[in-house]
């Protein structure tokens, strides 16, 4: 059994956080975040089976959370990793993962150029009669 090891993780937040707070008055976000493993299929690539996470988020750094991420934003998660075992509703030996996040960042998405226009500015840099500075 894994006791606690740290992890780093980017997937997508599978809700929007919770905001909470302990008994001495420490804020504390939760969240889910899903990893899914990119899996070759023949020529293709597709999304594998994913491993979900329950991630926490506390004091300052949880307020800043649970107020800007959201529920499907690509998010990196730099943490401590502790897994633990419970038993399921129907009696099943089930496995959680739980981070407790020391860092928190949203992934911005890359944005789409159409493959015609990469390839006119691809085109005009070959052409270009400028050295390359190095």
Request: proline share 6%; no cysteine; net charge negative.
């Amino acid at each position: 059994m894994l006791n606690s090891a740290t992890i780093t993780i980017v997937g997508n937040a599978t809700e929007d956080p919770s905001l909470g707070f302990s008994k001495t008055g420490d804020a504390v976000a939760s969240f889910g975040v899903a990893v899914n493993e990119r899996v070759r299929d023949g020529d293709e690539w597709r999304d594998g089976t994913p491993t979900y996470y329950n991630v926490s988020v506390w004091k300052r750094d949880g307020e800043a959370v649970a107020e800007h991420v959201r529920k499907g934003q690509r998010l990196i998660v730099v943490g401590r990793l502790k897994q633990s075992t419970y038993t399921g509703r129907n009696g099943d030996a089930r496995v959680s993962l739980e981070v407790t996040a020391d860092v928190v960042g949203i992934v911005p998405r890359p944005a789409k150029m159409p493959v015609e226009t990469a390839s006119a500015e691809a085109e005009a840099w070959e052409q270009s009669p400028e050295p390359i500075p190095f």
